[in-house]
């Protein structure tokens, strides 16, 4: 079963700064099948980024995909107070699998 | 405008079985590429895919929880159903429903969620 492994576990800025959060899958893959989701406490997940790359609708483009292979990067250009969330990578597959997700919290 | 939402009940014991129900608007599931997905996240951790259906009926499944899982659509009533039999306390969670479109390999749309607590 292919692992994705997401890195750093909690990302600690100030608004305005650049994010840059990564997602390593243990195996080889089709950039098609990747995604990046955000999450706020207590709410359903958002789909960001599909493909690799591809803003989702009403995704503004501070929000940016990129990667190739086994090694995936969502950037964020500059923090907005509402960006402050956790953020998933996802694969799909037989199964559709998840990262762990990675935290972004205001410094 | 797509909308799903998930119903069903808060509270299940231990070797029960669970029964959920999305119920959407803003899309038929008979129509060409569209899928509805089920997905849970146990409080605090990541998010786990359960099952898939789509309009063709063709259905996917986690394979570690392949076993114990159904899922079925009521095209006429806008509404999905996935079934989770012999609940544990590990399945404590909120389950989601999502919506999917074939050109786009992530979930598009997702419900608000339903908390589930398996205890005695």
């Known amino acids: 079963e292919i692992v994705l492994t997401q890195s750093p576990g909690t990302l600690s800025l100030s608004p305005g700064e650049r994010a840059t959060l990564s997602c390593r899958v243990s195996?080889?893959?089709?950039?098609?099948?990747l995604a990046w989701y955000q999450q706020k406490p207590g709410q359903a997940p958002r789909l960001l980024i599909y493909?690799?790359?591809s803003r989702a609708t009403g995704i503004p483009d501070r929000f940016s995909g990129s990667g190739s292979g086994t090694d995936f990067t969502l950037t964020i250009s500059r923090l907005e107070p509402e960006d402050f969330a956790v953020y998933y990578c996802?694969?799909?597959?037989?199964?559709?699998?998840f990262g762990q997700g990675t935290k972004v919290e205001i410094k | 405008q797509i909308t799903l939402k998930e119903s069903g009940p808060t509270v299940v014991k231990p070797t029960q079985t669970l029964t959920l129900t999305c119920t959407f608007s803003?899309?038929?599931?008979?129509?060409?590429?569209?899928?509805v997905g089920w997905l849970r996240q146990p409080p605090g951790k990541a998010l786990e895919w359960l099952a898939l259906?789509?309009?063709?009926?063709?259905?996917r499944f986690s394979p570690s929880l392949k076993s114990r899982l159904t899922v079925t659509k009521d095209t006429s009533k806008n509404q999905v159903v996935l079934t989770m039999t012999n609940m544990d306390p590990v399945d404590t969670a909120t389950y989601y429903c999502?919506?999917?479109?074939?050109?786009?390999?992530?979930?598009?749309?997702w419900g608000q969620g339903t908390m589930v607590t398996v205890s005695s």
């Open positions: 493909g690799a790359s």
């Open positions: 259906i789509y309009w063709d009926d063709d259905k």
């Open positions: 195996q080889s893959v089709d950039s098609s099948y």
């Open positions: 999502a919506h999917r479109r074939l050109d786009i390999y992530g979930f598009d749309m």
């Open positions: 996802q694969l799909y597959g037989s199964p559709w699998t």
């Open positions: 803003g899309f038929s599931l008979s129509t060409n590429g569209v899928g």
